[in-house]
């Protein structure tokens, strides 16, 4: 079932409509004809299970005669024709907790398909597909968010103000912060089921313009005069090895 972004985040109800088997209303699921009920099967006594003694040890397997039911129908439902269920399209509300995670499987006791003549009902599994959102990613309980910031920005250092699920904060960018440098807003993740939160982690990409004005050019010229090279005499030493 496919969910929304912050409803597996928040947590969410919703409906669910399958068509599958379910009891039979005719006959309640007992396989049996109206006006009419299983008797007892009398070879396992209605036990389902028949016991083999072999020696001195004994067995007990399925019984053939009831087919391991323990009764037997003599008058078959005409809807079900014996079986006790038959396909029909019904609506379920399934909760999905709050942090519920992509490929996760939320399982319904008691709500899959029903046992046969009047058995208990199996357990439903709903797999769950989370839809991708726009802005936010997630590494199990951290929230990711990648946020563009200019050179100047970076260099100089700036306060930031980025958005949450919840609402907006404020992360301070240190001066002389690379590309690629991860700031966390603590507690602005995803609920733990103690009630604790993740992170949010927000990636810093800096952005290098395509198009610069004549000032802007000047100034940066005049910033590269001033500024040191990088340090990349390891690298140098081994490209003159292919000199």
Do not use: W, Y
Not at 61 to 71: K, M
Not at 123 to 152: I, M, N, Q, S
Not at 161 to 175: F, K, N, S
Request: charged fraction near 25%.
């Amino acid at each position: 079932m496919a969910l929304d972004f912050e409803d597996a985040v928040r947590g969410v109800t919703l409906p669910l409509t399958l068509r599958a088997p379910g009891v039979c209303d005719t006959c309640h699921g007992n396989g049996a004809k109206p006006g009419t009920q299983p008797r007892t099967c009398p070879v396992c006594h209605g036990a389902g299970a028949t016991n083999r003694n072999q020696g001195s040890f004994s067995f007990s397997e399925p019984c053939r005669n009831c087919q391991s039911v323990g009764t037997i129908v003599e008058e078959k439902c005409p809807e079900c024709q014996g079986t006790g269920g038959v396909t029909k399209t019904r609506t379920l509300n399934v909760r999905f907790p709050a942090g519920v995670a992509d490929g996760q499987k939320i399982r319904l006791a008691g709500r899959g398909e029903p046992g046969t003549r009047g058995g208990s009902a199996g357990d439903l599994f709903v797999h769950v597909k989370v839809r991708p959102d726009e802005l936010f990613g997630r590494t199990g309980d951290d929230l990711t968010l990648t946020v563009p910031v200019t050179f100047a920005e970076a260099v100089l250092g700036t306060d930031l103000r980025v958005p949450t699920l919840d609402g907006t904060v404020t992360l301070r960018v240190p001066p002389g912060t690379p590309s690629g440098r991860i700031l966390r807003a603590r507690g602005k993740g995803v609920v733990r089921r103690d009630g604790q939160a993740g992170d949010l982690l927000v990636t810093l990409d800096v952005v290098v313009p395509a198009r610069l004005s004549d000032e802007a050019r000047v100034a940066l010229e005049t910033f590269a005069a001033q500024t040191p090279p990088a340090a990349r005499e390891h690298l140098e030493a081994r490209v003159r090895r292919f000199s």
